[in-house]
Every structure is written in structure tokens, then in C-alpha cells.
Nanobody, 127 residues
Framework: QLQLEESGGGSVQPGGSLRLSCVAA?????????IGWFRQAPGKEREVVSC??????HYADSVKDRFTISRDDAKRTVYLEMNGLKPEDTAVYYCAASPFTTVQAMCISRQEVPRYWGQGTQVTVSS
């Protein structure tokens, strides 16, 4: 079992920045997990934002060069640094994880649905 808790959401103006954090509590070494950030806007399907495994990172085209994912395995925490925020980034952001999988399977081909999910944190970008 893995419990995920997100924090850091809020309201910002276009062009602003936020940093989301996801703290994981549970079994197994954190190294074994692929950790991802997903988001869901009202009326839209949940989509991948960014994912991280040891030595591998993936970003959706819509956030490349603006968002940065990082992880501190000792603290069992994954961060999403979001810069240059746009109104279309408004969504509920979820942290998700699965052990013993790959970025390809969980975040690119989407063959594997993440096993564990946080409750989400709201990000609103508006002037």
C-alpha cells in the first residue's frame, strides 16, 4: 500500500508559478515507483502531465519547457515546478504511482493505470 498526499495548489495569475509536492507513505523502497502528475479540467478527461522514474522523465507536450518534475527519494517526495502558467493549466492535479513499472507503460502508452492516487490539489490560473 502507498498513500499519496499532494500540496501546493492555489490560484495564480497567468505567467505565475506554483510548486506542487507529493509525499508518499507506505511500503517498498521509493526507488521502485514510477511517480506521475496527472490533471483533470472540468468536462475533460484526465491527462498525463509529467512522470518520473529513476533516470527517466516524461512531459506532456503542452507543459514542456514550463514544468519540471523532480524527486527526492530520501524524503519520498516528488515535486512539480510549474512556471509560465496559462489559463488552460487550470485543473485538479493528482499525484499517482505504481511500483515495478515503467514511464512508457504508465505515462506514454497508458497501458497501465496507476495503482495509487492522491486526492488532488486544485490549480487555478486566472487574471
Amino acid at each position: 500500500q502507498l498513500q499519496l498526499e499532494e500540496s501546493g495548489g492555489g490560484s495564480v495569475q497567468p505567467g505565475g508559478s506554483l510548486r506542487l509536492s507529493c509525499v508518499a507513505a507506505g511500503e517498498h523502497s521509493f526507488n521502485y515507483y514510477v511517480i506521475g502528475w496527472f490533471r483533470q479540467a472540468p468536462g475533460k478527461e484526465r491527462e498525463v502531465v509529467s512522470c518520473s522514474a529513476i533516470g527517466n522523465r516524461h512531459y506532456a507536450d503542452s507543459v514542456k519547457d514550463r514544468f519540471t518534475i523532480s524527486r527526492d527519494d530520501a524524503k519520498r517526495t516528488v515535486y512539480l515546478e510549474m512556471n509560465g502558467l496559462k489559463p488552460e493549466d487550470t485543473a485538479v492535479y493528482y499525484c499517482a504511482a505504481s511500483p515495478f513499472t515503467t514511464v512508457q507503460a504508465m505515462c506514454i502508452s497508458r497501458q497501465e493505470v496507476p495503482r495509487y492516487w492522491g486526492q488532488g490539489t486544485q490549480v487555478t490560473v486566472s487574471s
